[in-house]
C-alpha cells in the first residue's frame, strides 16, 4: 500500500491510500482536476472518499471537492452536519456517524468524534490487510479515545506554543488569532501525549500533517515526536509518496 499526500495543510488537504486494486481517498481540498492527475486519470479503482468536515482545504471551497466527486460518481463519506453545511442531498453523499464502522471495498473504517469548530468533525480509524489498523486524525484539539493495536499513524501536529508566543507575543491585537489557533487545531505537544497515551508497540509510521506554514517548524517536530515516541516518523509534504504498509518487509 502507498499513503499518497497531494496536498496538507492550509492550502489544501487530500491524501490517498492506494495499492494496485483500490483507491481510498481521504479529504477533497484540492482541485478535482490535480486528483484525478495522482490517479493517472483512471477513477475506477476509487472506492469512495473520507472527508473529516466542512473547511474548504479538506471539502473544498463551498464544498466545491464534494460536489466534484459526487458527479464524478464517487461515493462520499461523511457526517451530516458536513452535507448539511453546503446542503447536499445525492445518491453517493453517504452519512456517516461516529463509533459506527462500515466498510468501503476492503476497508474497514470506524469514525470517531474530534473537537473542531465546526459542525460534527470526524477523525477515522482505518483497517485494511495491508496498512493494518491506520489512525487518521486532523484539525482537533485533542481526541477524547485511545486505540488498541494501531499499526501506521497520520496525525495533526499543527503548531508549537513556543513558536506562536515568539511570533505573536502576548498582545491584545493578537489574541483572537492565538485563540483561533489554539481552539482549533493540534498542538505539538498535544500530539506527543495523544501518541503517549496510545500503546505504539505495533507501529510502523507516523506521518505528522497539517503542520501550519507560520507555527511550526519541521525539524523540531521530527525530533520530538522521533524522540517521544522511538517510530519511524516522517513529516508530510505536498505531492509525496509514502510506503505504508503493516509490516515494513
Known sequence: MQLKILGTGSSGNCYILENENEALIIELGLSFSK????????????????????????????GKGIKDALSNGIKVYSSAG??????????????????????IGNFKILPFDVHHDVN???GFLIDHEETGRVLFV??????????????????????????????????????SLKDRIIQSHMSLDTCRKTLLANDLSQVQKIVLIHL???NS???????????????????????QTIEFNKNPF
Open 217 to 239: 517548524d519541521e525539524n523540531k517536530f521530527k525530533e520530538v515526536i522521533t524522540d517521544a515516541t522511538g517510530k519511524i516518523v516522517q513529516i508530510a509534504n505536498n505531492n
Open 35 to 62: 486528483i484525478k492527475q495522482a490517479l493517472n486519470f483512471d477513477l475506477s479503482k476509487v472506492i469512495g472518499v473520507l472527508v473529516t468536515h466542512e473547511h474548504g482545504d479538506h471539502a473544498g471551497a463551498g
Open 82 to 103: 458536513t452535507f448539511r453545511a453546503f446542503d447536499i442531498k445525492h445518491h453517493n453523499a453517504n452519512i456517516i456517524q461516529a463509533k459506527k464502522s462500515f466498510q
Open 120 to 122: 460534527e468533525p470526524l
Open 138 to 175: 486532523t484539525d482537533t484539539t485533542y481526541i477524547d479515545h485511545t486505540f488498541s493495536n494501531l499499526n501506521n499513524i497520520i496525525i495533526e501536529a499543527n503548531y508549537c506554543e513556543e513558536i506562536i508566543r515568539e511570533r505573536l507575543g502576548d498582545t491584545w491585537q493578537n489574541k
Open 212 to 214: 501550519s506554514d507560520s
